[in-house]
């Protein structure tokens, strides 16, 4: 049981961390500012996506 879980979790961590790169390419920021963003939501995977959804580039 544990191990489904933790595998559906990491599914689900994965295409978060997918979707917030496609999010932060398509944006409006500066292409350091894009790479700033990736690193952080790389480097601190549940962190840096909280951090990115509520501060992070909107749009273009």
């Known amino acids: 049981m544990n191990t ?3 595998g559906v979790l990491g599914i689900l ?3 978060l ?3 917030a790169a496609v999010s932060i390419i398509n944006s ?3 292409q ?3 790479v700033i963003w990736i690193l952080l ?3 601190f995977p ?3 996506l909280i951090i990115w959804f ?4 909107k749009g273009r």
């Not at 509520?54 to 580039?57: C, E, H, N, S, T």
């Open 4 to 6: 489904n879980y933790t």
């Open 13 to 15: 961590h994965l295409a």
């Open 17 to 19: 961390v997918i979707w």
């Open 28 to 30: 409006g920021a500066t």
């Open 32 to 34: 350091l500012q894009k």
């Open 41 to 43: 939501v790389l480097v």
């Open 46 to 48: 549940l962190i840096g």
């Open 54 to 57: 509520l501060a992070g580039p």
